[in-house]
């Protein structure tokens, strides 16, 4: 037995406030975007390179897509800026309340022409041709020469509102300040003509006219009433139209034709009217709560719209509207399509919303808060199958809205099929079930202990269920199963429909299949990735409809076509929950549900804008865009930033990029991600390349390649080989020079020591000839001679003995360059002793060493003293006739050096050169060859030996002897 229960609502109205808010465009709020630089906009427009210009209170803005751009002048006057407009160039030109025209050309705003006196402070109108600037003021209108300024007054009166179509303007004109007579006017070719003449003795206000194709439609106020008039320019004739109820008292900014319908702007929002049969029908209002200054729809259909107080919004998708739960604590849990355009929406606490042709019918709301889990639309006896998460279920006689409790009948439902003839195929979490004649009897077949997915009935002997193990092909006489698999594996399928023969499978892991005569066959789609997870599938006439996450698409399978509609149009959140009807797509979400038109308009056909590099730093720091570069090669760390303008253009332009020669493919930018840094180019020559594309779009669109050529380092040139190479043979040619000259300056410095050893081995000879000059050697020998006679046989011997003993070192000394200091003293004193005979014992001589001098370790020139010590004793001491006396002193001084001292009380240089014989005026051979000798221990041996003579004199300037010093470093 059924429990039937019928709620009726009381109020419609009462009903659509407590659940649901109105039916709304999907509209995006800039500000929440990127933050918007003011509130208050007067116009928008998109240029050519798809950038959206908005003119604002605050001044002009471009926006990429990104971030806004301020555009300024340094002679603007005043912020606000109006009236946007294309000339034929695609050049943007714009206004001020002022007066001034301004164009914006090269990336910069130019001021065209400052008409403050034309204007005189107000608004006026203006339109750009390819040779001049229109202006139409309250004083008139006035033409201005693009090319040499100059300015043409072509009417007088005072003009309130002006519109172009082509070559003709239409305008609306008061005849005088104080008149109350006005005129529609067309200007065409210099000729002003006609169109309607307005006389209602009162003052009207809020002038407009608009040519719109064929039609001209006039609009104004009287105290406060809206009225218009349409006029056809082909007959010129004009009618004047009713007034519809919701424009009458309205301020009218400004109208629009959009797709064949008429846009009125005003402070409440937009109001849509079509015209048939010249009587306006109202379509729909647009953003109720905004004051609409103008309305641009950008290369992708986007429709942008600014507001007086409340910034820019954006409606991606205008085919696509959404209405939200008021109710926070309702949510949507299902949907089923009826019949035509008829649906009905479950809620988690027991609902029921029925909808037909988009517009709300009733609510039912089954006892107590049931979380309605599934809704089956059994249309042969138009019943709608109500399941509950729980053990109930409930069925709705959609004839009358009476609601039957079925108890557990069609409990937590996960699917069902209706297999004909009254047969109904249901699943839930543990079973399949058959009812027979399921509202007539309780006959039931068990098909399946299975949990169950999805089911479809194939054809009229065939049914499919989708278990939680694999797909199966039951028969419907026997129920006898046949499992179905796909390159031999199960798979799992989530969702089913049918076209004519023709089974379509949404699997987890296989993708799309299709199921035609038992055989399955993998399904490719253009555009569609095939990796990407199907959770619903729902066929209408010749169109499968399938959702992804966060995609809805519409796959065409006779022509191969798809289309699909998403995040970029509005779509947000996940797309599991869907139905079609007639002539909407239903997307449900839990707050609120979308409202799609199924035709091919709302599926848009997406555009990418053209890609440019808008900034490229070397070195971290930014450089002016070129399209080539020449760089040294420590300058090799480059950073590109692209960009393509547009709608969010950074979170729906895929860019790959690839630098050749260096990447043979190409890489992929993360969506959000325009910039891309090459740390360390090597050198060579690279071509930049980089390409975008919507991700909605097929074809990408390519920017200009830029050229980086690294130069390579200088140690890499075939100069600096060159010079290195060069170099090289210069630093071998240089070494072995060196190696000759050092080989030719040990040989030059071994001949100079030969010559140095021969000239000191000659100079010693010397010496000892000096030494043992005749007059010596016969001295010495009539000494021996004298003893003898003497018989003094002892002292011959001796003096002999000391003279052999002398003679001896003298000819050993002679054999070395250098000898000790003491074995010099030892030959010094020998030679005195017997010099001292010679003198018959007149001479007193001594010789003094200083304790710190080791004179066994010492060396000095060979027989280097004796000479100087002869010059005393010949010189000196020979002609004086008693008292000779000789002091020879070796001591340290300072700087580690040895001094030499040989002093003498002799008569002196200067009277010994008196006594000399005439033949001998010249310096004696031993002193000349020790001088000779000291010059080469200085210049070739590079001891630094130095010999002074003084004369000695008394305090009478008499001369007392003569001092020879001799200092030579100790060696």
Request: proline share 2%; hydrophobic share 35%.
């Amino acid at each position: 037995m059924f429990l039937k229960v019928s709620f009726w609502l009381c109020s419609f109205f009462v009903l659509l406030i407590g659940h649901l808010s109105a039916q709304e465009h999907v509209l995006v709020d800039m500000a929440k975007i990127s933050p918007l630089p003011d509130v208050e906009f007067y116009d928008v427009k998109e240029d050519r390179g798809h950038f959206i210009w908005l003119a604002a209170d605050k001044g002009l803005f471009k926006y990429n897509g990104i971030d806004y751009a301020k555009i300024i002048h340094p002679e603007q006057k005043g912020n606000s800026f109006f009236q946007l407009q294309e000339d034929y160039q695609g050049v943007l030109w714009c206004n001020n309340i002022y007066g001034q025209i301004f164009f914006y050309k090269n990336d910069s705003l130019q001021l065209f022409y400052d008409a403050n006196k034309l204007v005189n402070g107000q608004l006026a109108p203006f339109f750009v041709s390819k040779n001049k600037v229109t202006v139409y003021a309250k004083s008139g209108a006035y033409e201005i020469s693009k090319a040499n300024k100059e300015v043409k007054q072509i009417f007088k009166g005072k003009f309130f509102f002006a519109n172009r179509d082509k070559q003709d303007s239409y305008v609306f004109i008061g005849e005088s300040k104080a008149s109350s007579k006005y005129s529609v006017c067309k200007i065409s070719d210099g000729r002003i003509e006609t169109l309607l003449k307005l006389n209602f003795n009162q003052i009207i206000d809020n002038h407009k006219v608009y040519a719109f194709g064929e039609k001209v439609l006039v609009s104004f106020s009287i105290n406060n009433f809206n009225r218009f008039y349409l006029m056809n320019k082909q007959t010129e004739g004009h009618q004047v139209l009713e007034t519809p109820k919701e424009l009458r008292h309205q301020k009218l900014y400004k109208i629009i034709l959009l797709n064949d319908k008429y846009w009125f702007l005003t402070p409440s929002g937009i109001y849509v009217f079509g015209l048939e049969k010249n009587q306006f029908q109202f379509v729909e209002q647009i953003m109720p709560n905004e004051s609409v200054t103008n309305v641009e729809i950008d290369f992708n259909n986007n429709y942008w719209f600014t507001t007086l107080d409340n910034g820019v919004f954006v409606i991606p998708n205008i085919h696509i509207k959404k209405v939200s739960l008021k109710n926070e604590k309702s949510k949507f849990t299902v949907a089923c399509a009826l019949d035509g355009n008829r649906f009905v929406l479950g809620t988690k606490d027991g609902q029921l919303l029925f909808y037909d042709n988009h517009q709300y019918i009733k609510t039912l709301r089954l006892p107590g808060p049931k979380i309605i889990g599934s809704l089956y639309y059994y249309a042969e006896q138009q019943k709608l199958i109500v399941s509950i998460n729980a053990s109930e279920s409930y069925v709705v006689n959609l004839e009358n809205y009476n609601i039957s409790h079925a108890k557990n009948k069609y409990a937590v439902g996960k699917a069902f099929a209706d297999l004909g003839n009254g047969n109904l195929l249901y699943g839930n979490y543990k079973e399949a079930i058959v009812y027979n004649k399921t509202f007539i009897t309780d006959s039931t077949r068990l098909v399946s202990t299975k949990r169950v997915i999805s089911a479809l009935n194939l054809n009229s002997n065939q049914f499919l269920i989708g278990h939680i193990d694999g797909l199966k092909l039951y028969d419907k006489q026997t129920l006898s199963a046949k499992e179905i698999k796909y390159k031999t594996k199960n798979i799992l399928v989530n969702s089913m429909a049918r076209t004519g023969n023709l089974a379509w499978l949404a699997t987890l892991h296989s993708g799309l299949l299709m199921l035609e005569d038992s055989r399955l066959e993998g399904v490719k789609i253009p555009r569609f990735n095939a990796n990407s997870q199907i959770n619903k599938l729902v066929a209408k006439d010749d169109f499968l409809w399938m959702s992804t996450d966060h995609v809805l698409y519409r796959y065409n399978y006779t022509n191969n076509q798809l289309n699909e509609v998403g995040s970029q149009s509005g779509l947000k959140g996940s797309i599991n929950n869907f139905i079609v009807t007639q002539n909407y797509v239903v997307v449900v979400q839990p707050s609120g549900f979308y409202l799609l038109s199924n035709s091919s308009q709302t599926f848009k056909d997406y555009k990418t804008s053209k890609v440019a590099v808008h900034r490229i730093a070397i070195q971290d720091r930014d450089t002016v865009v070129s399209s080539a570069y020449t760089l040294p090669y420590d300058q090799n760390k480059i950073e590109i930033e692209f960009h393509s303008n547009g709608y969010q253009s950074n979170n729906y332009v895929n860019y790959q990029y690839r630098m050749q020669p260096l990447d043979s493919s190409w890489h992929d930018a993360s969506i959000g991600r325009n910039t891309v840094t090459f740390n360390s180019l090597p050198n060579g020559q690279y071509s930049f390349e980089v390409k975008g594309k919507n991700i909605n779009s097929e074809q990408p669109v390519s920017a200009a390649p830029i050229t980086f050529v690294i130069k390579q380092p200088y140690w890499e040139t075939w100069w600096f080989y060159g010079l290195l190479t060069g170099g090289m043979f210069w630093l071998i040619w240089l070494y072995f020079k060196w190696r000759l000259k050092k080989k030719e300056s040990e040989r030059i410095a071994e001949i100079d020591k030969i010559l140095i050893d021969k000239k000191n081995t000659n100079l010693r000879l010397e010496n000892l000839r000096s030494q043992m000059n005749p007059h010596f050697i016969f001295n010495a020998l009539n000494s021996i001679q004298d003893y003898i006679i003497s018989n003094e046989k002892e002292l011959a011997s001796s003096y002999l003995v000391k003279f052999s003993r002398l003679i001896r070192m003298y000819l050993d000394y002679s054999q070395q360059n250098e000898i000790t200091l003491e074995e010099e003293l030892n030959a010094l004193k020998l030679y005195l002793e017997l010099e001292k005979v010679r003198f018959e014992d007149e001479l007193e001589y001594t010789i003094s060493v200083d304790n710190q001098l080791k004179t066994k370790q010492i060396k000095v020139p060979s027989l280097f003293i004796q000479p100087y010590v002869e010059n005393a004793l010949k010189h000196g001491l020979l002609h004086k006739l008693n008292d000779r006396k000789l002091h020879i002193e070796a001591k340290i001084i300072q700087q580690n050096k040895l001094e030499i001292t040989v002093e003498d009380n002799g008569i002196g240089r200067e009277q010994s050169e008196k006594l000399k014989r005439p033949n001998q005026q010249h310096k004696p051979f031993a002193t000349k060859a020790n001088e000779e000798r000291v010059h080469l221990y200085k210049n070739k041996l590079k001891r630094d030996i130095a010999i002074t003579t003084n004369d000695l004199y008394d305090e009478n300037d008499v001369a007392v002897g003569t001092k020879v010093v001799i200092t030579m470093p100790i060696h």
